[in-house]
């Protein structure tokens, strides 16, 4: 089982930056893909970054391609969003996610091929 808490949501004004941070309790978080999705009040919760293994491979939707930026540090079980040039429209809950231990060193964007979530901190962007 691997527990995942969230950390670093806030309230910014547009233009502004966030740092996210996921630490998860696992003694293998290096065979775990990360990823990070969003949900905003109404909506599906939806993909927004995802990272490998061994950070070799990192993939954006594409509205947040340029602004942000996915990392993970495995010696401390944390993950990281770093979430640049803010816009009212990335206002929403941002989810962590882990998948199951992975064979290959991929990348997944479905929430489907994560087995474990976080509660979610809220990222609010003011206009």
């Known amino acids: 089982q691997v527990q995942l808490v969230e950390s670093g949501g806030g309230l910014v004004q547009a233009g502004g930056s966030l740092r996210l941070s996921c630490a998860a309790s696992?003694?293998?978080?290096?065979?775990?893909?990360m990823g990070w999705f969003r949900q905003a009040p109404g909506k599906e919760r939806e993909f927004v970054a995802a990272?490998?293994?061994?950070?070799?491979?990192?993939y954006y939707t594409d509205s947040v391609k340029g602004r942000f930026t996915i990392s993970r540090d495995n010696a401390k079980n944390t993950v990281y969003l770093q979430m640049n040039s803010l816009k009212p429209e990335d206002t929403a809950v941002y989810y962590c996610?882990?998948?199951?231990?992975?064979?290959?060193?991929?990348?997944?964007?479905?929430?489907?091929?994560?087995?474990?979530w976080g509660q979610g901190t809220q990222v609010t962007v003011s206009s």
């Open positions: 996610a882990a998948s199951s231990p992975a064979l290959y060193d991929n990348v997944y964007t479905y929430k489907m091929s994560y087995k474990y």
């Open positions: 990272i490998s293994r061994s950070s070799r491979s990192t």
């Open positions: 696992t003694r293998t978080f290096e065979d775990n893909a």
